[in-house]
C-alpha cells in the first residue's frame, strides 16, 4: 500500500515524555478523505493512555482524538467533503459498519470500533495514530462537517470532551425541567455545564476546587457544591435527575448517589476500573436510582452536537499550546491547571 509520511508526536514507553517522530500515513482509498490538521485537543484520556494508566496501551503511541483541519485530498468515491472543506474527527475512525450498534449509530460500542490513536488500523496493519501529526486519512463515514461559524480551534474539544457529555444528556432526555450535576470541573466537566445549560436544565457543579466557582457561574452553572464540604453535600440529597461524573480517578461515588432524587441515574464517564470504595447497594434501592457508564458518542450524534453548537455559537474554552510544550501540558492537567482545555495549533510541529 502507498503511504506518504508526516511529522508526528508521541512517546515509544510510558515513562519517557513525548518526542517528535515520523508515522505513515495511508495514501487516500477510494473512500477516505486526507486532512490537514490545524488544531488538535488535549484529552486527559490522551495522558491515560501514553503512560499506560489502562494497561493496553501498544507502543509507540501518538495521541490525540479532537481533531480540525481541511481537506487536502479525497478518494474517488467521497460524496461528503471536498477538497477545502474544514471537517472534524473525534474518536473514531472506523467500525465493522454492519453490526446492530453501528446500524444504530452507536459505531462506539461495535465490537469492531477503531479508535483514532491505539486502534487496529486493518489498511497498514499497525496501531491507529491520532492527531498530534501533521495530517490524518480517514473513512469519509467519519469525518465531520463544520459550519461556518465556529472558531476552529475552540471547536477542537467539542470532538471528545464535548460528545462524551452530550451523548448521555441526550440518551437521558435532560431539557429544561430536568436537574443536572457535574463532577469535577475539567475539559469534560465544563462541556457538560455549557451544553446541559444550552438545553435549559438547572446546572449544578460538584467540584474539590473552591477557586472554580465563578468559572462554573460564567459557563453556565446555576450553583457550585464543594464536594470535599460535608455540610454542602448532606444538604443536596435527593436532589438531582442526572450527574455526569467526569472525575479521572479513583474515588467515592457513594456520596453523589445520594443526591440523586427517585429514578435517578448516575453516569460515569471519567473513571475506569474497578470501585474503591465498593458502590453501597442501599443508595441504589432506596431511590429506585442507577449507575450507568458512557462512551463517546456514535458519528451522527457527533454531528447533531456540531450543529446545536454552530446554532447557539458554542465552543470549548481554550489555552493554545504548541506541538512542543505538550508535556508541560500534561503536567498542568494533572495538576487541574487549565481553562478547560488545551488544544494544540499544528502550525507548531509542521514549521519544524
Ligand atoms: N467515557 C468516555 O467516553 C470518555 C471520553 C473522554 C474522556 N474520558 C475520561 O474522562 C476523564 C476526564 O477527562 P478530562 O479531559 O475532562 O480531564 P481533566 O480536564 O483533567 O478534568 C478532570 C477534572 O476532575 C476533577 N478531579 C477530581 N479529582 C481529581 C484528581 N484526583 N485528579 C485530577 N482531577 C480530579 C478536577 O475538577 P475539580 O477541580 O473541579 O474537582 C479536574 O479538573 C478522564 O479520565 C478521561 O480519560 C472518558
Ligand atoms: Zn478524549
Ligand atoms: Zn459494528
Not at 517528535?20 to 486532512?35: G, P, T
Not at 445549560?197 to 449544578?204: I, R
Not at 472525575?247 to 435517578?264: A, C, K, Q, S
Not at 504548541?322 to 488544544?343: G, H, P, T, W
Request: aromatic content about 8%; overall charge negative; hydrophobic content about 40%.
Amino acid at each position: 500500500m502507498n503511504t506518504i509520511p508526516v511529522k508526528a508526536y508521541g512517546t515509544d514507553a510510558p515513562e519517557h515524555d513525548l518526542k517528535q517522530f515520523q508515522i505513515d500515513r495511508r495514501a487516500v482509498l477510494e473512500q477516505d478523505v486526507e486532512i490537514d490538521i490545524l488544531y488538535c485537543g488535549v484529552c486527559h484520556s490522551d495522558l491515560h493512555f501514553a503512560r499506560n494508566d489502562w494497561g493496553m496501551t501498544q507502543y509507540p503511541v501518538v495521541p490525540g482524538h479532537e481533531i480540525v483541519g481541511r481537506v487536502t485530498s479525497i478518494g474517488s468515491g467521497v460524496t461528503k467533503h471536498k477538497i477545502g472543506d474544514i471537517v472534524a474527527v473525534g474518536c473514531l475512525v472506523d467500525s465493522c459498519r454492519t453490526c446492530n450498534n453501528c446500524q444504530n449509530d452507536w459505531e462506539q460500542y461495535c465490537h469492531s470500533w477503531v479508535g483514532t490513536y491505539g486502534g487496529f488500523d486493518k489498511h497498514l496493519n499497525t496501531n491507529t495514530h491520532g492527531g498530534y501529526s501533521e495530517k490524518i486519512v480517514v473513512d469519509e463515514h467519519f469525518v465531520l462537517s463544520v459550519p461556518d461559524n465556529l472558531d476552529k480551534a475552540g471547536l477542537a474539544p467539542v470532538l471528545c470532551a464535548g460528545i462524551t457529555t452530550w451523548s448521555p444528556l441526550r440518551y437521558w432526555n435532560v431539557n429544561k425541567d430536568s436537574k443536572v450535576a457535574v463532577v469535577g470541573l475539567g475539559g469534560l466537566g465544563h462541556m457538560a455545564i455549557k451544553l446541559a445549560h444550552a438545553l435549559g436544565a438547572h446546572v449544578t457543579l460538584f467540584s474539590r476546587s473552591t477557586n472554580k466557582i465563578s468559572d462554573a457561574k460564567a459557563l453556565g452553572a446555576d450553583e457550585v457544591i464543594i464536594s470535599t464540604d460535608d455540610a454542602q453535600m448532606e444538604a443536596a440529597m435527593g436532589r438531582f435527575d442526572l450527574i455526569l461524573d467526569t472525575v479521572p480517578y479513583e474515588h467515592d461515588f457513594n456520596p453523589y448517589i445520594n443526591t440523586l432524587n427517585t429514578n435517578g441515574t448516575l453516569v460515569i464517564l471519567g473513571y475506569l476500573g474497578p470501585l474503591d470504595p465498593p458502590l453501597v447497594s442501599v443508595g441504589m434501592i432506596m431511590g429506585r436510582r442507577t449507575v450507568a457508564g458512557s462512551l463517546i458518542g456514535g458519528i451522527a450524534e457527533t454531528q447533531e452536537l456540531i450543529d446545536f453548537c454552530g446554532k447557539h455559537n458554542i465552543t470549548s474554552d481554550i489555552e493554545v499550546i504548541k506541538m512542543q510544550e505538550i508535556n508541560e501540558a500534561y503536567e498542568r492537567m494533572l495538576k487541574s491547571d487549565v481553562k478547560y482545555r488545551f488544544v494544540i495549533d499544528m502550525k507548531s510541529l509542521k514549521e519544524r
